[in-house]
């Protein structure tokens, strides 16, 4: 199987030659210093240069680190567009927010609505065009960042979190304007030419919102991200990626309408295919560990996931910038061989 047929056929849960390994991009951001080197492409320019954008999302391939591409490289483009300000960092910094765009929840009508044809959202779409150009069979994620996430950039975080109780009226109207420009930008990726769509939601974790309010505030408005997403095509696979433990919201979690769950390296494998059955297990090579231990560590702990039953192989978070190529290959390399052994 080219790389293409193996990660869809995996994202449905069909049978395939052997697992795929693959980083979205996004907040799981795939790209290192080194990396940047290798292809003569460097942060921040690639972040506002679509061909730039582009080449880099293709070196990850090129340079056997993963099987896919993946853009964009951070997850503050949303945010950017809906008022917030962002530093766009450097070559070891990944953009982030050092401005909120309101002070507190009800203010949130200010906003500016998310325009997916402008600014760097549009950089987002020419890469992904740039890319599907290619044609090598290669398969294209595009990236979104989820709900709570965006919203947490937008105001202060504790305030956010706080007014999720005190303040639900307004809590759910922010909701729902930035769940309706996330499913603006998402669509305008798919028809650029994305294969897969990644929402990534690191704020929205259950460990800090707890049970009730992760169904109110993160199943409700991904569900809606998903249902929104799949009236343009709905066959399109969806990844949802949820940092932290999971054991407090399974039953939650299991509400969310997608197959294709990615978890942080703190979430057992083993026990999450128990609870979520017929779910497809993205994951979870711990990547603290591809940034400061050697390739023999990332051999063994990837031969770990396998064994635990992860249907596709892929770092458990974004890569910090400082991680060798030679750790992230050695991930790779570790799954081909499994199907040299099969």
Partial sequence: MNSKE??????????????????????????????????????PEAHTDPIKMAGLAKAVYDYGCFENYGVPFCMTIEAEQ??????????????????????????????????????????????????KQQDDHVPIIGNLSGPVSVAASLIEPVDYYKALKRHKEDAHALM?????????????????????????????????????????FVVTYVNQMIDGLHEINPELPIIVHICGKMHKVYQELNKIRTVAHSFDSIVSIKEAKKVMPGKVMIGNVSSF?????????????TQ???????????????????????NIQAMLHMVQQSSREA
């Fill in 6 to 43: 193996r990660l869809l056929k995996a994202l449905r849960g069909e049978d395939t030659d052997r697992s795929p390994c693959i980083c979205p991009g996004g907040m799981m951001n795939m790209v290192v210093t080194a990396l940047m080197e290798k292809a003569n492409i460097h942060w």
């Fill in 289 to 301: 560990a591809l940034e400061f231990a050697d390739a023999d560590r990332i051999r063994v702990l």
């Fill in 304 to 326: 770990k996931v396998m064994d635990d039953g992860s249907d596709i192989i892929a770092p458990a978070c974004g890569l910090g910038t400082k991680s060798s190529l030679e």
């Fill in 176 to 216: 729902k304007f930035v769940t309706e420009g996330l499913i603006s930008f998402g669509k305008a990726q798919i028809e650029a030419g994305a294969d897969v769509i990644a929402i990534s939601d690191p704020s929205g974790t259950g460990e800090i919102l707890g049970p009730r309010l992760f169904d109110e």
């Fill in 82 to 131: 809906m008022g917030a300000v962002v530093d766009l960092g450097s070559t070891i910094h990944e953009p982030h927010v050092t401005g909120y765009a309101i002070d507190n929840l009800s203010q949130w009508e200010k906003l500016i609505p998310l325009d997916p044809y402008g600014k760097r959202a549009k950089v987002v779409l020419d890469a992904i065009k740039s890319l």
